[in-house]
């Protein structure tokens, strides 16, 4: 069974920086490309980031590009999201995503249980 | 972007019943269009890809259909466990969007 376990949320203040993680089992990683999506309190889903299977190629939201940074690494079967100068409303849930294939854009097939991000003073 | 709308954002059903969401698409998706389901305080759920196709372990009384800009999914009789809401994603084209949710109470 495919599982992603993420960690690294917290509490951070405003401007400050968080680095998440997401580990996968039972599958291999390295065949799958990978995305971020996030669920702001009481809302719907919004995709954030994603990478391919090699990891050459990244994409991401428009509000958030240049804030945020996806990467993987597949000798470790982990997914990384570099969140910097956060903002309040990057206060959210956020899930860690394996796509049914190579491909960023297919169905999100795996879903980690999430980690909360919240940006506070 | 593309944005995608569902309707309605709740409704009230009773086990047994036939329910229907709408979702549509601000331009043609072709049938890249996927379906979730979220239960309270848990991550969303792979139901439908493409359109129509069931993933492995979904119950048949969830169906899909619809091409370029308007979808339905379809709970033929709803059962207890189906209390949840439901959530499209059109993968045509970056960035990835999903519709704004309907929950089912």
């Known amino acids: 069974e495919v599982q992603l376990l993420e960690s690294g949320g917290g509490l951070v203040q405003p401007g400050g920086s968080l680095r998440l993680s997401c580990t996968a089992s039972?599958?291999?990683?390295?065949?799958?490309?990978m995305n971020w999506v996030r669920q702001l309190p009481g809302k719907g889903l919004e995709w954030v980031s994603g990478?391919?299977?090699?990891?050459?190629?990244?994409y991401y939201a428009d509000s958030l590009r240049g804030r945020f940074i996806i990467a993987r690494d597949n000798s470790k079967n982990t997914l990384f999201l570099q969140m910097n100068s956060l903002r309040a409303e990057d206060t959210a849930m956020y899930f860690c995503?394996?796509?049914?294939?190579?491909?960023?854009?297919?169905?999100?097939?795996?879903w980690g249980q999430g980690t909360m991000v919240a940006v506070s003073s | 972007d593309i944005q995608m709308t569902q309707s309605p954002s709740s409704l009230s059903a009773s086990v047994g019943d036939r329910v229907t969401i709408t979702c549509r698409a601000s331009?043609?998706?072709?049938?890249?269009l996927n379906w979730y389901q979220q239960k309270a305080g848990k991550a969303p759920k792979f139901l439908i890809h493409?359109?129509?196709t069931l993933q492995r372990g979904v119950p048949s009384r969830f169906s899909g259909s619809g091409s370029g800009t308007d979808f339905t999914l379809t709970i033929s009789s709803l059962e207890p466990e189906d209390f949840a809401t439901y959530y499209c994603?059109?993968?045509?084209?970056?960035?990835?969007?999903f519709g704004g949710g309907t929950k089912v109470e």
């Open positions: 994603q059109q993968t045509t084209r970056l960035p990835l969007t």
């Open positions: 331009q043609n998706i072709d049938t890249y």
């Open positions: 995503v394996q796509t049914r294939s190579g491909g960023v854009s297919d169905g999100f097939a795996v």
């Open positions: 039972g599958v291999t990683f390295s065949n799958y490309a």
């Open positions: 493409a359109a129509s």
């Open positions: 990478i391919s299977d090699t990891g050459d190629t990244t």
